[in-house]
């Protein structure tokens, strides 16, 4: 099993600041089928970002993903009010998926 | 609108069990590998099973192996999950979700429900 593991726990930062979140994985993640997911308390999950760095429909550029192997990274370039939420990688390129602890974007 | 719809939550005694049914509306459900996922009170998300488009093949996290089982009916674009031998840590908001890619047996996944409450306890 692929155990990922996101860093920090929490972020706190202010809106039109720079928000840069980190996934590690136990073994390298094949063909970087990484995916990152925003999570809001009583709301589904929403898809970002897919094969490590493609915007899912409809997710403003501000939103983007980079790395590959086991290193991958989340960058939101301003972070507006919305932004504020749990966000997960998750890695799908081998069963049994798995999710990261989430990292938490808090205001400060 | 592409649409999921979870049903079958509801409170159960540990050892009993639950059947979870997610409806799709929206898309042609029979080309989509979809997947159960779950979230426990206070915890992160956890991968719960997979079933490939056509449900000949299932995947499961070894925490839930041998007690759950995912299906599908095509005919009706319903998803289910049998939920056998429950245990208090499987309290969770189960979520079915659809793969973004068509006819892989995993993807990530581009549409989620809003999710429905199975609460295991005396």
């Known amino acids: 099993e692929i ?105 400060k | 609108e592409v649409q999921l719809l979870e049903s079958g939550g509801g409170l159960v ?25 779950r979230q426990a009170p206070g915890k992160g998300l956890e991968w719960v099973s997979a079933i490939s488009a056509s449900g000949g093949i299932t995947y499961y996290a070894d925490s839930v192996k041998g007690r759950f089982t995912i299906s599908r009916d095509n005919s009706k674009n319903t998803l289910y999950l049998q939920m056998n031998s429950l245990r208090a840590e499987d309290t969770a908001v189960y979520y079915c979700a659809k793969s973004l890619q068509e006819w892989l047996n995993y993807y990530a996944m581009d549409v989620w429900g809003q999710g429905t409450t199975g609460t295991v306890s005396s």
């Open chain 2, 13 to 37: 005694q540990p050892g009993g069990s639950l059947r979870l049914s997610c409806a799709a509306s929206g898309f042609t459900f029979n080309t989509y590998a979809m997947s159960w996922v």
């Open chain 1, 3 to 107: 155990v990922l593991t996101q860093s920090p726990g929490t972020l706190s930062l202010s809106p039109g600041g720079r928000a840069s979140l980190s996934c590690r994985a136990s073994q390298s993640v094949s063909s970087s089928y990484l995916a990152w997911y925003q999570h809001k308390p009583g709301q589904a999950p929403r898809l970002l970002i897919y094969g490590a760095s493609s915007r899912a429909t409809g997710i403003p550029d501000r939103f983007s993903g980079s790395g590959s192997g086991t290193d991958f990274t989340l960058t939101i370039s301003r972070l507006e009010p919305e932004d504020f939420a749990v966000y997960y990688c998750q890695q799908y390129g081998t069963s049994p998926l798995t999710f990261g602890g989430g990292t938490k974007v808090e205001i």
